[in-house]
């Protein structure tokens, strides 16, 4: 990937003819102003691409959302923080579709060209009626577009608001993608549903930005842990409204590659700043494993070992503890040979062929990585050429405690 | 299963012609007095069965063991805690070695007929020239059969010795099955290695021993989760001698079903008495699937449930949140339909097709329930008839806090 992009400050509203606003309709607290609704539209039909939770049990907005995105022409999404709308039955399907009714009639759209997503509490039906009224306000308030606002009323246990925009020149034209996220990544209680929503004016086709979405998705959002969770409202959404008037790009044709590598840059940089606002969690640490026989051995032992609870403990604790890695490496259900197995920290090599190494390398050298906030822990399986590489956290006794108890209920 | 059968207490030497002792030998700390030497064996020689650790990366003692173990006649076993000698390399393999060379001398049986365990420290080379020269002392010591200090030997992080026994009349005879294991399940900060030694003066087959164990094993050990973690050392041995002079036991053959019955019955005794000695653990939960499309479905979903950090933190919580449990189901990967999931607890439902059940229980029920030290999950698919079920723990902070540091190195 280039690295030369430059990722700068903005939102779903930095690319041609996007817009947003919120507002606060009572939903995480009928009694504050929290904003907890917003809309990010376009003034001109887009064509769209997402990716949804792998969980079976998917929240109402997230079924009602990929059956719509088989429209051609995609144009608005809602979205409720508060409520996430899921394990709701058919009421919540039918509420789900009203949020899109509403917003297509402010809009002078259809129904299907609408987006809906929910993140906020689980099992409790949403307060429909107090969210329908307003969606036409928030048409109403247009020309005072307000990206951060909205990014603002996705965020649940969040503590910054997370957008970025990054430009790219393809065919002589600029093309801009905005995007705006929402999720503490691994490190959030609440069952960890991440938001993105992006908007661009590139000009591309359909199957192409669906193939570049999915690519980014793996390469960004995918290599973040959640403790092994994954939320039932997870949603990442793309929309290309083609203003950017550039020739149109194709799987393979010029530019794509390009706007592969920009989207993927923004949605790395976005996966990072889910991790880094993690709270409770006092370490971010890769997990990078060289020389495995394919990627799905080099995948399966870097998810292992970011995963493992006892790693994680070691951590926080401070303790360079290569054990624990290497018998997490040994259960990962990974062809591995321990006896070829070399364990690094930030390049420091704590065990050479599966056993200590002690070649100048002390305790207090590995202690001292493990004291960083951030650090790199490497896992050469000398078997192959295949890699792979994850973020992950440490594991807090406070992450515990902040997660004994939830309102009543769980949040996705 | 018959449940009639009556656990006593007892243990490695309660069936005919087996001994054991055990000593200090300075590994566990060469200061103090703590047992951690051991040696079971019998009279005459036995068949045995055995399973090991599914980690690839195994102990010394676990490769050289399930090599012995092809010999017709194993009679003794060796063991010592306070080092595991895991990731130890040929080094270790000699040390391994060498404990079955000086065991066997000193028995005057061969090298191959002995079993060799260790459990502690991993990383670090035995101290061999401590262990070797006691071992003689170990058969010298005989008629001071001591098995309650053969399983205290055997004890890392566990509290308090587990042992007990079990007696069948198989064709008029009397036959005796006894055990000692060590383990603090899926609770033990320490990796979890889990040793469990078994011995009976019953005539058996080795086919029909072997996988009588394996069964034992599957319903008893393989039903307590360690936190996905799997160790580096865990070893049951089961030695049968013959000494009961009942008519051999074959498969299917007469006594073939009590006597698996038996191993069944005392096996899971010792897995309760694992979980249940369990420390900075709160609550012993039994993960119970029914309907399920197959038993491959129904053990995906328990163990989704049972490993699931954000599950287990809401127990420690005695937040009855059913949420986060249809959440894990979904992702267990098992191909459940959410629309047909119901959700108990202690048998009273908190969810039902998917969604909050409200029908007379409220949510103060479900709270009395998880407010419990031990209560059972239940989640009906609806889907089949595979059934599962697992023993797990909750998640406490003191959990990790425990587990932030060990000495410097692991244990195994």
Redesign the interface.
């Known amino acids: 990937m280039d690295s030369s992009f430059v990722i700068k400050t903005g939102g779903v509203c930095a690319a041609t003819g996007f817009h947003a606003s919120a507002l606060s309709c009572g939903i995480k607290d009928p009694s504050s102003p929290k904003l907890d609704l917003a809309m990010i539209w376009s003034d001109s039909p887009a064509i769209g691409a997402a990716v949804f939770t792998?969980?079976?049990?998917?929240a109402a907005p997230v079924q009602l959302s990929s059956d719509y995105l088989r429209a051609d022409d995609p144009q608005a999404i809602i979205v409720n923080s508060g409520n996430a709308n899921?394990?709701?039955?058919p009421v919540?399907m039918e509420h789900a579709r009203q949020m899109a009714d509403a917003t297509a009639k402010s809009l002078g759209i259809r129904r299907r060209q609408v987006m809906v997503a929910s993140t906020g509490i689980?099992?409790?039906p949403l307060p429909i009626e107090r969210i329908l009224p307003r969606i036409k306000e928030l048409v109403e308030m247009n020309g005072k577009s307000d990206c951060r606002r909205a990014t603002e009323a996705i965020m649940t246990s969040d503590t910054v608001p997370k957008s970025a925009m990054v430009e790219v020149e393809i065919g002589g034209k600029k093309v801009s993608i905005g995007a705006m996220a929402k999720g503490a990544g691994m490190i959030n209680?609440n069952?960890a549903t991440m938001l993105c929503f992006i908007t661009t004016d590139a000009c591309i086709s359909k199957t192409e930005l669906q193939r570049a979405t999915r690519e980014a998705v793996d390469l960004s959002f995918n290599r973040i842990t959640i403790?092994?969770?994954?939320?039932?409202n997870d949603t990442v959404v793309v929309l290309a409204n083609g203003r950017a008037e550039n020739r149109r790009i194709t799987a393979r044709g010029p530019g794509s590659r390009l706007f592969r590598d920009a989207l993927t840059a923004l949605m790395v940089k976005l996966a990072k700043k889910m991790v880094a606002d993690g709270e409770r969690v006092t370490k971010l640490v890769e997990v990078q494993v060289n020389g495995a026989a394919s990627q799905r051995d080099a995948e399966m032992v870097a998810r292992a070992v970011a995963?493992?609870?006892?790693v994680k403990?070691?951590w926080?604790?401070?303790?360079p503890?290569?054990?624990?890695i290497?018998?997490?490496?040994?259960?990962s259900g990974a062809k591995?040979?321990?006896?070829l197995?070399d364990i690094y920290f930030d390049g420091l090599c704590a065990?050479k062929?599966?056993?200590?190494h002690h070649n100048g390398i002390s305790?207090k050298d590995l202690q001292k990585v493990v004291t960083k906030k951030k650090f790199r822990i490497g896992i050469e399986l000398n078997q192959g050429r295949a890699e792979y590489h994850i973020y992950t956290s440490d594991?807090?006794?406070?992450?515990?405690?902040f997660?004994?108890?939830?309102y009543?209920?769980?949040?996705?």
């Open positions: 792998q969980n079976r049990v998917k899921a394990c709701t039955g919540g689980i099992g409790l209680p069952m403790d092994g969770d994954m939320s039932t995963n493992s609870s006892l403990c070691s926080n604790g401070e303790d503890n290569w054990g624990r290497i018998h997490a490496v040994g259960y591995i040979k321990p006896e197995v065990a062929h599966g056993i200590a305790f594991l807090s006794p406070e992450y515990v405690d997660n004994r108890r939830e009543a209920v769980p949040q996705g």
